[in-house]
């Protein structure tokens, strides 16, 4: 990656070696309505039409 951006490269190494890191029980305890993202795929998304 980092031979086709620089600064791409650095975006994708800090998220291999470090990332987001967040307590997810903690935000679902403040937060009940946090849907996961299957979840989310589950009840509102749709397969595109075919071409």
């Known amino acids: 990656m980092r031979q086709f951006n620089e600064e791409f490269g650095t975006m994708f ?4 070696d470090e990332g987001f890191r967040s307590d997810i029980p903690a935000l679902r305890a ?9 979840a ?9 039409a075919a071409r």
């Open 40 to 48: 989310w795929a589950r009840h509102e998304w749709t397969v595109p």
């Open 13 to 16: 190494g800090w998220f291999d």
């Open 30 to 38: 403040r937060y009940p309505e946090l849907t996961t993202l299957e």
